[in-house]
C-alpha cells in the first residue's frame, strides 16, 4: 500500500486556501501551512504562488524544510523543478547541464525540447513528496501545465548500488513512464522517451506508477496494483527532433507530405476504404441519423472542413461544436447520434468531457488523434489515428493536415459503408487524396514567395483572412495560426458576412487573406475581393493557378495545384502556415513557444 499523505501548502505570498481546496478535490488530505512549525502534521509540502524555485531557494526554504528533513526517516525533501514536472527527493544538486543528483541517485533530467532550465521555470505549484520511501516524486497536474508549455521531461534512474525507485503520480495532466534495464524513465510526452524505449504506459489520471530499472508498477490511489496497458510507439526519433531546420514549426510544416502519406498508407485497399479500428457493423453505420462534431482550436477548423465532406458525400446531417460550448447547451443525442472527438493531443480537457458526456447519453464516439494511448482513446468507441508523428511546435500544422485527411477518408467511408456515393466517385476522391502529398510538395515551393510577403506585412497590426465554404475554415485556421505565434490580431471572417460589420475594420493598408479555391461561390467571393480593394486593403489571395481574374485583383498572390473542392483546404492552409510562421520571425518571436500557450491544454 502506498499510504495517502498529508500535504502541506505553503506559500510565501498570495493565498493557499484555493490551493488547499484543489488538492483537496483531488482527494488528496490537504493543510495551510503558516509556520515551520506546523510542518509536523504534514507529511509533505506544496509550494504555491507563481514563484520560481530560486525565490523559496533566496527564501531559505530549505532551512524552513529542515524540521521536515529531520522528522522523516528517509531524510526528506529537497525541491527542484524540471519543466512543467516538480521533483522532491533526499537530494538534488545540480551538476552538468541535464544531470542531477537525486536522493543519491543519478539523475538524467533531459530538458523540455525547447531547452528550458530549471531555475527560469516559474511554476504555479511546486509540488513535493512523500513520507514514503521514494526517492523521487514526480507529479504533473493542470496548474503546472498551465505554464510549462512543450513539456517533454524525462528522468532515468541509473544502475548500480543506487539503484531506487521514482513514484509518478498523474493528476490529469499526462504521463508517461516505462522502463529499461538500466533506467525508469518518466516523461510528459511520448517524444521525450524515444530514444530510450518503444514502450511506455500513459498513465490514467490518478494513478501511481512506481518505477524501477527494467519495471514499472502501477497502482491506484488506494495503492492497488492495476493492469494498464503498454503500448508500443512506432514514432521515428528523428522526428522528435530539430534535423537541421530552424524551429520545429517550420521542420512540421515541411514534413506535411509524409504525414499525409502516412495517415492515408493502409486505408485504402482494392478502391475500397478499410479503416480496421472503426469496427461498427454495417447495420450500426447505416442506423445514424446524424453526426456532431465537437473540437477545439485548430482541430475546430478540421472539424469544420470535415462537416461539408460529410454532408456532402454521406447526405447526413452534422452538428459542428466547440467542445468547450457542446455540454452546455443541452444537446439533444441518442443511440443514432455518432460523436466525433477531434483532438491532435489527445488530451484536451473540454474535448475529454465532450466526448464522455456524449457517450453518457447514447451516442457512439469516435475519436480523431495523433497519440496513441492518450486519454481520449480510452474514451471513445472507435479511435481514428492520423499518423502525423510527434508534433513539437505548439502551433498545429502537420495534425491539422492529416485530420483533414482522417476525416475526409472517414466521411468516404460512412458513404461506403452506407451504400450513398456512387463508388466510382469514391475512388475518384481517393485517386485525388494520393496525389495530395505531391501537390502539398510543390505548395512548399511557395517558400520563398510567402517569405516576401511575410516581410512586406510584418508590421501590419490587423488582418483580416475571409473565405466560404471548406475556405471559411481555412481562414480561421489561417488567422488563428497568425495571432497565436505573431500576436498580430486577425480576425477570420465568412466573407459574405463581412459586409455586416468588419468591412469597418477595413482601411487602407490592412491586409486582406482571401480563399478564392474550390469554392461553388467562386464570383461571389471575386466581389468581396472588390469591394475591401476599394476601401484600400492590400489582398494576398490564395487562387487557383493561371486564374486572370484573381491576378489583377492580388497584391500578392500564391497559386494552387487543383483538387476536388472539398480537398482544397489541405493544400490552402499550407501558404498561410508559411506566412504566419515567417511573420513571427520577422517580428523576432519564436514561432515554437508562443505565449501563454500550451501543447495540451489539460484544463477546462
Ligand atoms: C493552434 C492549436 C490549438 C489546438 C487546440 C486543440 O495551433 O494548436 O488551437 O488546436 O488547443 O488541441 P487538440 O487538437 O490537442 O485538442
Known sequence: MIAQPTIGVFALQGDVREHVRMLQGAGVTALPVRRPSELARVDALVLPGGESTTMYKLAGIFDLLEPLRKRLAGGMPSLGTCAGMIMLADRIESGIEGQETLGGLDVVVRRNAFGRQVDSFESDVDFVGFDAPFHALLIRAPWVEKVGEGVDVLATVASGPAVGRIVAVRQDSPIIVGATEGAGLVASGIPALLAYTRDMIPLENRQVAEIKPGRVRVLDFEGDEVNAETIHVEWDLDAAEKSGYEDFMLKEIFEQPEAVRNTMRGRVKKGRITLDEVTWSGADLAAISKVVVVACGTSYHSGMAAKHAIEHYTRIPVELDLASEFRYRDPVLDAHSLVIGVAQSGETADTLAAVRFAREMGAKVVAVTNVVGSSITRDADAVLFTHAGPEIGVAATKTFLAQLVALNLF??????????????????????????????????TLQGEVHRAAKRYASARDFIFMGRGVGMAVALEGALKLKEISYIHAEGYAAGELKHGAIALIEEGVPVVAILTGVALYEKMLGNVSEVRARGAETILIAPRNDERACTLANELFEMP?????LTPILDTIPLQLLAYFVAKERGLSPDKPR?????????
Open 411 to 444: 466521411a468516404l467511408y460512412l458513404a461506403q459503408e452506407r451504400g450513398v456515393m456512387d463508388p466510382a466517385k469514391i475512388g475518384e476522391t481517393i485517386d485525388a487524396m494520393r496525389a495530395l502529398p505531391d501537390q502539398i510538395e510543390e505548395v512548399l
Open 562 to 566: 487543383v483538387t476536388k473542392p472539398l
Open 596 to 604: 501563454n500557450l500550451a501543447k495540451s491544454v489539460t484544463v477546462e
